[in-house]
């Protein structure tokens, strides 16, 4: 045993000193904030740098301008006058980041107002670990 446990995998790796693989910047959109820090910290175990955590449709475009991330999880539901894919459209009218919708209503519901959003991916809630893991690679590589 090496006195490690008990802490994120992040920070084991980091005072083992193992290079992380994973180094994407990733900007959360997310309006309940347990789930947001759960997010943050699934995907910081997983050696991603989380940027920032959202929860305001308004203030998504000036969380982006700050933290420049790689990859942009969104919820659509949120908290003021912009929903996610609105919040999406004013990212996508300026930087060609990928988002990831992460969203309790199905593709479905929504579909007919993403495709100006390209290259999206979308995940209905509860996510899957790996899965949100293999689209975050995927659109960082452009394989999406």
């Known amino acids: 045993m090496n006195g490690l446990t008990g802490i994120s995998t992040r920070a084991r790796l980091f005072l083992e000193g193992e290079i992380l693989e994973k180094?994407?910047?990733?900007?959360?959109v997310e309006d309940e904030p347990i789930l947001g820090l759960e997010l943050k910290e699934d995907l910081q175990d997983l050696g991603y740098f989380v940027s920032g955590v959202?929860?305001?449709?308004?203030?998504?475009?000036?969380a982006f301008l700050v933290d420049r991330p790689?990859?942009?999880?969104?919820?659509?539901?949120?908290?003021?006058?912009?929903?996610g894919i609105d919040s999406a459209?004013?990212?996508r009218g300026f930087y060609p980041t990928p988002i990831i919708?992460?969203?309790?209503?199905?593709?479905a519901e929504v579909g007919d107002r993403?495709?100006?959003?390209?290259?999206?991916?979308?995940?209905?809630k509860p996510y899957e670990l790996d899965r949100l893991d293999g689209l975050i690679s995927s659109l960082i590589k452009g394989s999406v």
């Open 89 to 91: 459209l004013q990212i």
């Open 70 to 83: 790689d990859v942009v999880l969104m919820d659509i539901k949120l908290h003021g006058f912009r929903d």
């Open 114 to 124: 993403l495709p100006r959003i390209a290259p999206y991916a979308f995940l209905q």
């Open 23 to 28: 180094t994407a910047r990733v900007l959360i």
């Open 101 to 107: 919708f992460l969203s309790s209503y199905s593709e």
């Open 54 to 62: 959202v929860d305001d449709g308004d203030m998504v475009m000036r």
